[in-house]
């Protein structure tokens, strides 16, 4: 499994979660709401250390990670993280 952080979710993630280098994001499923995959689940995402990661990805220094526990909820498929330019908000896609 991948993860692909877009230029402007990059910029989301400095400007809104003042993420900067040698910071974790952690990408995992939350009770509630829905997701392709799984009713009842959606995806959260938080401010974390790593136990135990299961997929990664550095952007400038910043790291987005998926623990090995929630490998799950991602149903084989990469996570696409981008941000709804209307919204303005973060926005997931999933590829197989």
Do not use: C, T
């Not at 400095?14 to 009713?39: L, N, T, V, W």
């Amino acid at each position: 499994m991948n993860i692909k952080i877009s230029e402007d979710a990059l910029q989301w993630f400095q400007e809104e979660m003042e993420a900067k280098d040698g910071d974790y994001i952690r990408f995992h499923s939350r009770y509630g709401g829905s997701s392709p995959f799984h009713e009842g689940f959606s995806i959260g995402m938080n401010r974390e250390e790593p136990h135990d990661i299961g997929a990664e990805v550095i952007v400038q220094g910043i790291h987005f990670y998926i623990e090995k526990d929630d490998l799950w909820f991602f149903n084989e498929h990469d996570l696409f993280v981008e941000v709804n330019k209307e919204l303005e908000e973060l926005q997931y896609s999933y590829l197989k």
